[in-house]
C-alpha cells in the first residue's frame, strides 16, 4: 500500500503561480512512477504531468508544457507540481498519483485548483 497527501491548492489569478505537494508513505521502494492528473467539471481525468522515480525522466501535456514542472525529493518522499503563468482553463481538481512495480496504482485525495480574477 501506498498513501498520498496532497497540498497546495488555492485561488490564484490568472497568470499567477501555486505550487502542489503530493506526499507518500508506505512501499515507497516500490514506487516506479508519480504523476499528476487533474479533472475538470463535466471533463474526463488528465494527465498533467509524470516524473519516472529511476532516473528521473519527465513527460507532460502538451497544455501545460513550458508552464508547469514536476520534481521530487527522494528524501522526503514528496512530489511537487510548479505552476507558472495559469490560465483559467487550468481550474480543476488536482489528483497526485502513483504506480509500483507491477502495476497498481496509488491516487490521492485532489486538492482543487480555481485560477479566475
Known amino acids: 500500500q501506498v498513501?498520498?497527501?496532497?497540498?497546495?491548492?488555492?485561488l490564484v489569478q490568472p497568470g499567477g503561480s501555486l505550487g502542489l505537494s503530493c506526499a507518500a508513505s508506505g512501499r515507497i521502494s516500490s514506487i516506479y512512477a508519480m504523476s499528476w492528473h487533474r479533472q475538470a467539471p463535466g471533463q474526463e481525468r488528465e494527465l498533467v504531468a509524470l516524473v519516472y522515480t529511476s532516473g528521473g525522466s519527465t513527460n507532460y501535456a502538451d497544455s501545460v508544457k513550458g508552464r508547469f514542472t514536476i520534481s521530487r525529493d527522494n528524501a522526503k518522499n514528496t512530489m511537487y507540481l510548479q505552476m507558472n503563468n495559469l490560465k483559467p482553463e487550468d481550474t480543476a481538481v488536482y489528483y497526485c498519483r502513483t504506480t509500483i512495480y507491477g502495476g497498481t496504482q496509488y491516487w490521492g485525495q485532489g486538492t482543487?485548483?480555481?485560477?479566475?480574477s
Open 112 to 116: 482543487q485548483v480555481t485560477v479566475s
Open 3 to 10: 498513501q498520498l497527501v496532497e497540498s497546495g491548492g488555492g
